[in-house]
Structures are given as structure tokens and as C-alpha cells.
């Protein structure tokens, strides 16, 4: 167990909804990444906050935002949904930012299915 | 651009029998390497990590990487397979910056045969 909470652990919607994925951090960790695995994309950085700020952006849709809260949890949200975002999402939380020997810990991920 | 390229898409060994999984990078400056294994509807679990020292580093679940600078490569062996450690396996470099995203190769799914 990482340490990191991402519910629900499956989602399934239609084309066209909204959905929002919830991450909590580990305790004491301020930054959190989000990370989608599909099977044609691989593995891919989605965006990064850092104490409630966002530091950077990756590989994410306009369709799609994040926020991160006072509390640290953070929510990643998806709308206008269609099939090809079916994937895995994964949070991630660390405790600084930008240090590159930072080690990242992994939530289980929310799988999302989209009809 | 930075990459991590892991060339083995699929690789089947006996329970016993020695594993060597490739990763290679392409990053600037000293890339800080990280290997993660995600087993069957699992998330991602960290094995080990190299930022700088000893190139020999040593995991947890008995495995073992070796940074090669010359090769641009950061290959995780392991002596002797057990079965549960079937199971993907992710290399990746973090880029620092503002930012400290990893950047993940495309994985070695690692089958053992009894």
C-alpha cells in the first residue's frame, strides 16, 4: 500500500458525460501527478500541482482539468467524454517539487470505461 | 527530447532462471532513472531508483540495476525468478525541472513458466 487513495477504482459512462476522479496524497506529500495508461499511449504525464498550485502540464486535453485543494486531495476532470479516453488514471504524490531524485508514489488508478 | 526506450515488449522466463530487462534513455544531463513493477490490476510499485553514486543499485523483491552511462542504459536484473514476479515492468526517467515528471517507456510484461 503506497500510501496514495484514488476513488472510485472503476467508472463506467457514456460518451459525452462528466466524471471526476479524486486522488488523496500521502500524508505530509504536497505534490501530485496524474498519469493516464491506455493501451495505444502508454503510460503518459497529465498534469502536476504542487500545493495547490499547477507547475506543469503534459499530454492533456483541453476537455479535461485538475485542481488541487487546501487539504491536498486533488480531482482530475474529465467531460465530453469519448471512447478513446477509456484508460487507466493514475495519481501520484510526492513530497517536493521539482527534485528529480523525488521518488513518486502511485495510487492504484481509476479505471475508466467509456460506452 | 528526453525517452526511455525498453525494447522487450514480452519476455517468458523458467521460475529459477536469471532475468535481465532492458531500459535505454536519451536525457541531457544526468538522468535519474527509476524502475516500477504494476502487477495485474495493480498500480505502479517502485523497485529501485538511481540518481547518482554507486551505478550497482539494489531494490526491493531481490532485484538489482546497473547504470551505464556509456550505454545510456539502466537494465534491472534479477538472479533467480519466482513466480509471483510476473508482472509489467516500467523504466522511466524523471525530468526535473519545475516539474518532476517521469517520462515512462512502454513496459516489458514479464511471464514465468513453472
Known amino acids: 500500500d503506497s500510501g496514495v487513495t484514488q476513488t472510485p477504482k472503476h467508472l463506467i459512462t457514456a460518451t459525452g458525460q462528466r466524471v471526476t476522479l479524486r486522488c488523496s496524497p500521502r500524508s505530509g506529500d504536497l505534490s501530485v501527478y496524474w498519469y493516464q495508461q491506455s493501451l495505444d499511449q502508454g503510460l503518459q504525464f497529465l498534469i502536476h500541482?504542487?500545493?495547490?498550485?499547477?507547475?506543469a502540464k503534459g499530454n492533456i486535453l483541453e476537455r479535461f482539468s485538475a485542481q488541487q485543494f487546501p487539504d491536498l486531495h486533488s480531482e482530475l476532470n474529465l467531460s465530453s467524454l469519448e471512447l478513446g479516453d477509456s484508460a487507466l488514471y493514475f495519481c501520484?504524490?510526492?513530497?517536493?517539487?521539482?527534485?528529480?531524485?523525488?521518488?513518486?508514489?502511485f495510487g492504484p488508478g481509476t479505471r475508466l470505461t467509456v460506452l | 527530447a528526453q525517452s526511455v526506450t525498453q525494447p522487450d515488449i514480452h519476455i517468458t522466463v523458467s521460475e529459477g532462471a536469471s532475468l535481465e530487462l532492458r531500459c535505454n534513455y536519451s536525457y541531457g544531463a544526468t538522468p535519474y532513472l527509476f524502475w516500477y513493477v504494476q502487477s495485474p490490476g495493480q498500480g505502479l510499485q517502485l523497485l529501485l531508483k538511481?540518481?547518482?553514486?554507486?551505478?550497482l543499485v539494489q531494490g526491493i523483491k531481490g532485484f538489482e540495476a546497473e547504470f551505464k552511462r556509456s550505454q545510456s542504459s539502466f537494465n534491472l536484473r534479477k538472479p533467480s525468478v519466482h513466480w509471483s514476479d510476473a508482472a509489467e515492468y516500467f523504466c522511466?526517467?524523471?525530468?526535473?525541472?519545475?516539474?518532476?515528471?517521469?517520462?515512462f517507456g512502454t513496459g516489458t510484461l514479464l511471464a514465468v513458466q513453472p
Open positions: 522511466a526517467v524523471g525530468v526535473g525541472g519545475a516539474t518532476n515528471k517521469l517520462i
Open positions: 538511481y540518481f547518482s553514486g554507486d551505478t
Open positions: 500541482y504542487y500545493n495547490g498550485e499547477e507547475r
Open positions: 501520484a504524490s510526492s513530497v517536493r517539487e521539482g527534485v528529480r531524485a523525488d521518488t513518486q508514489y
